[in-house]
């Protein structure tokens, strides 16, 4: 069997090398100015990325000349999909009067206050560059806040890649202790204290998860989290789970910091909105920014006031030469102010649909799948795991899940390589029932090889 799935696989790189020729040729030279010919890991496949010429809505082009219908749409950005008319007229109007300046503009409050307006619990926020940034400035907020220095993260849980947060993200089942807790190093040559500074929790697991808050509750800081685990194929956690690290963190005196660089395009306010679960702070990426560089923490009024200048309380400075740069910030005004409550619900409809019909055909094929995913988001998982957390996930099939990638970039389908993916305002029945039938002839080639 396994020699059967791996001859598959061979076929489906081969055929996507004879497809991508001018790729891999930009690829070889890539290669002697950047390690691996990459600058962001996501970018990068086995054998070699595709590069791409241009896009335009849901459609991306290569520079082979396929074109991809895209679910990936850069981790799940691009919400009003590829150069959309009026974020690509904002951009143009604020090119033509600058770039950056050294003083703020009134695009910033704009943006500032389109989002604490939906988000419940932003009373005020500041702009950052990425989401790296934002989870990175939210944790120093809530340890000056406190004045605690331990932090609290899940095992599985994906934050940016800053020393803190970079613990237990994603080990080999090898690597992984009895219990998450002390957690495992991501990188080489990280310092061994963090394992002390970082309490790694397993989710949804209520009763090992009390037990080390209230164990280190007079040393936490704060706890953070995704409500909707991006790392494993849109996870959304339990709601009894989700109610009660809320609970717990308040009564022990913790920041709870929602990490909703992703799950924000669920609902006007994000999944807190829309599981009406209230943190202490949230960071924010992807969707805010319009397709360009982007991040914001916030939060309740008098941990942001830690950040304030005029304030008596101010103990925290946050610079960043192009933080609330006007580019980003008048794009990014223009994707909220197009996202009505129905372009949400549509979205979130399909989605629904969507996940529906996957599961379909891999029950209808008997092919053990758990198909995860909340709203608009979605995930196609070769596990015969109830998939609750990062053990469970890790059981994925590789080869499976290579092959279903693969195979689907040859049908012209983009998703990201563990294969979820994300909706967007254009997105109908018509691009997600091509992405279901390619889904189909990919899982009937994979049957005939089981």
Not at 104 to 127: A, E, H, N, V, W
Not at 162 to 182: C, F, M, R, W, Y
Not at 230 to 251: A, Q, V
Request: one cysteine or more; hydrophobic letters at 35%; charged letters at 20%.
């Amino acid at each position: 069997m396994s020699e059967n799935l791996q001859n598959l696989l061979n076929q489906k790189i081969e055929e996507y090398k004879s497809k991508t020729q001018i790729s891999q040729n930009l690829q070889s030279d890539a290669k002697k100015y950047m390690p691996g010919g990459s600058t962001r890991t996501t970018q990068w496949m086995d054998p070699y990325p595709f590069y791409a010429k241009n896009a335009k809505g849901q459609i991306m082009n290569d520079v082979d000349d396929n074109s991809y219908l895209d679910f990936m749409i850069n981790a799940t950005s691009l919400i009003l999909g590829h150069a959309s008319p009026n974020v690509i007229d904002a951009i143009k109007t604020q090119t033509d009067i600058g770039t950056a300046y050294s003083a703020p503009t009134d695009g910033q409050t704009k943006l500032s206050k389109l989002i604490t307006d939906r988000t419940p619990s932003m009373d005020t926020l500041r702009f950052t560059n990425s989401g790296t940034e934002a989870t990175m400035m939210s944790i120093m907020a809530a340890r000056a806040y406190t004045k605690k220095q331990k932090i609290a993260k899940f095992e599985g849980g994906y934050h940016g890649t800053h020393d803190h947060v970079s613990i237990s993200v994603g080990p080999k089942a090898s690597e992984l202790n009895e219990t998450t807790n002390p957690g495992v190093l991501q990188y080489p040559g990280q310092p061994e204290s963090l394992l002390d500074d970082v309490i790694v929790l397993p989710y949804n697991d209520i009763e090992t998860t009390k037990k080390l808050l209230t164990e280190h509750r007079n040393e936490l800081a704060c706890l953070i989290m995704e409500p909707v685990i991006s790392g494993l194929g849109y996870l959304p956690l339990d709601i009894e789970f989700l109610e009660f690290t809320r609970e717990i963190t308040k009564e022990l005196n913790i920041v709870l910091i929602y990490d909703e660089i992703q799950s924000y395009r669920l609902a006007p306010g994000g999944a807190q909105e829309l599981f009406n679960i209230t943190p202490d702070m949230t960071t924010l990426g992807k969707i805010i920014g319009g397709g360009l560089p982007v991040g914001a923490f916030g939060g309740k009024e008098e941990i942001m006031d830690l950040l304030n200048p005029s304030s008596s309380n101010y103990n925290l400075s946050h610079a960043g030469t192009f933080n609330g740069n006007p580019l980003t910030m008048e794009a990014g005004t223009v994707v909220m102010e197009e996202l009505t409550i129905d372009k949400y619900d549509a979205m979130n409809e399909l989605g629904n649909n969507l996940r529906s019909k996957l599961n379909s055909i891999f029950n209808e094929l008997e092919i053990d799948t758990q198909i995860t995913g909340i709203g608009s988001l979605f995930g196609i998982n070769f596990n015969d795991t109830k998939i609750s957390d990062y053990r469970s996930f890790i059981k994925n099939n590789n080869i499976l899940t290579k092959i279903l990638f693969m195979g689907s970039i040859n049908n012209g389908i983009l998703m990201q390589t563990k294969n979820a993916g994300a909706l967007n305002t254009l997105s109908t029945n018509t691009e997600t029932n091509k992405l279901v039938e390619s889904t189909r002839m990919i899982a009937t080639e994979i049957k005939s090889n089981l």
